[in-house]
């Protein structure tokens, strides 16, 4: 008889041998299972409509609970879970940071009524792409536990801190940024605001706005302990501003440049900074 073939290696053993690679791919296949099909049926997801990509959304938090669990067992998913809950000390920062997309709101509306533009309403800010029109609260909390947790959990809560440890605070946040916009590929297909965009606006608008979410929600994660709940909070209350009927115009606009202004200086502070000095260093999971 000829030599027992080599056993193959559990599925666990190939995780915790890479769990951040594990994490990436159950995250694009979990959510992309779901909205190839959707992309592929040529219906089209808008502010106020029924058709949702919503569900996708949760991608990486299952991506990350699992991986969690085969890496670290219970005692992994609960260190995972409980930055979702983390409100970090003191509260005054924690809340400065978490809601300050409401303040560029407050600019671009105290722009906009210096230049004479009508206020949105109650009810623009509850149209949001990929919800019927269900009112603000559901809405907001739709909004929440999809952009808010269901990616938050994952890019920031798991994989940031991994990718920070190999690559350093800031390569391993632009590392993150450049996979969080792949994920997105299946948008350009299906979301009407994505289907709109020229290649110029894909690179400059999409492109350089995501990168400087990236390096904004790093910074609220240092300044908040590794807080998902922060980043899952900034992450709800930008894009009320940006993917709503309301956020269309000059409060898009004020708002993102805010965020690309941020960021930049961000870079600028980080740039030749020894590591233990970090301005966007997330703590490792426990």
Same mark, same amino acid.
Not at 94 to 123: K, N
Not at 132 to 148: D, K, Q, T
Not at 225 to 230: E, K, P
Not at 250 to 262: D, K, Q
């Given at each position: 008889?000829?030599?027992?073939?080599?056993?193959? %290696? #559990?599925?666990?053993?190939?995780? %915790?041998?890479?769990?951040?690679?594990?994490?990436?791919?159950? %995250?694009?296949?979990?959510?992309?299972?779901?909205?190839? #099909? !959707?992309?592929?049926?040529?219906?089209?997801?808008?502010?106020? $409509?029924?058709?949702?990509?919503? #569900?996708?959304?949760?991608?990486?938090?299952?991506?990350?609970?699992?991986?969690?669990?085969?890496?670290?067992?219970?005692?992994?998913?609960?260190? !995972?879970?409980?930055?979702?809950?983390?409100?970090?000390? #003191?509260?005054?920062?924690?809340? !400065?940071? $978490?809601? $300050?997309?409401?303040?560029? !709101?407050?600019?671009?509306?105290?722009?906009?009524?210096?230049?004479g533009r009508p206020l949105p309403s109650v009810e623009e800010f509850g149209r949001y792409s990929g919800l019927p029109a269900i009112g603000l609260a559901p809405v907001l909390l739709l909004v929440f536990l999809g952009n808010g947790l269901g990616e938050e959990l994952g890019w920031r809560g798991f994989a940031l801190p991994r990718l920070q440890l190999r690559c350093g605070a800031l390569g391993g946040t632009l590392v993150l940024a450049v996979l969080w916009a792949g994920w997105h590929l299946p948008a350009f297909f299906m979301v009407e605001t994505y289907r709109q965009m020229s290649a110029l606006t894909v690179v400059g608008g999409f492109g350089l706005g995501l990168a400087s979410g990236a390096l904004v929600l790093a910074r609220v994660c240092h300044q908040t302990q590794g807080s998902v709940l922060a980043a899952a909070l900034w992450h709800t209350s930008y894009n009320m501003t940006s993917a709503t009927a309301a956020g269309r115009g000059i409060i898009a606009a004020v708002t993102t440049a805010c965020v690309m202004i941020w960021a930049g200086v961000l870079v600028l502070g980080e740039w030749r900074r020894p590591r233990e000095t970090s301005l966007l260093s997330v703590p490792a999971a426990a």
């Amino acid at each position: 008889m000829g030599p027992a073939a080599p056993k193959k %290696a #559990p599925i666990s053993d190939l995780v %915790a041998g890479h769990p951040v690679s594990s994490f990436f791919v159950l %995250a694009y296949t979990i959510s992309w299972g779901y909205w190839i #099909p !959707l992309a592929l049926s040529g219906l089209q997801v808008a502010p106020g $409509s029924r058709v949702t990509h919503l #569900p996708g959304l949760l991608g990486p938090a299952l991506a990350a609970i699992i991986v969690a669990a085969l890496t670290g067992g219970a005692s992994g998913v609960r260190g !995972l879970l409980r930055r979702a809950v983390l409100v970090s000390h #003191p509260g005054w920062r924690f809340w !400065l940071y $978490s809601l $300050s997309p409401l303040g560029f !709101l407050a600019l671009a509306i105290g722009l906009g009524a210096l230049l004479g533009r009508p206020l949105p309403s109650v009810e623009e800010f509850g149209r949001y792409s990929g919800l019927p029109a269900i009112g603000l609260a559901p809405v907001l909390l739709l909004v929440f536990l999809g952009n808010g947790l269901g990616e938050e959990l994952g890019w920031r809560g798991f994989a940031l801190p991994r990718l920070q440890l190999r690559c350093g605070a800031l390569g391993g946040t632009l590392v993150l940024a450049v996979l969080w916009a792949g994920w997105h590929l299946p948008a350009f297909f299906m979301v009407e605001t994505y289907r709109q965009m020229s290649a110029l606006t894909v690179v400059g608008g999409f492109g350089l706005g995501l990168a400087s979410g990236a390096l904004v929600l790093a910074r609220v994660c240092h300044q908040t302990q590794g807080s998902v709940l922060a980043a899952a909070l900034w992450h709800t209350s930008y894009n009320m501003t940006s993917a709503t009927a309301a956020g269309r115009g000059i409060i898009a606009a004020v708002t993102t440049a805010c965020v690309m202004i941020w960021a930049g200086v961000l870079v600028l502070g980080e740039w030749r900074r020894p590591r233990e000095t970090s301005l966007l260093s997330v703590p490792a999971a426990a």
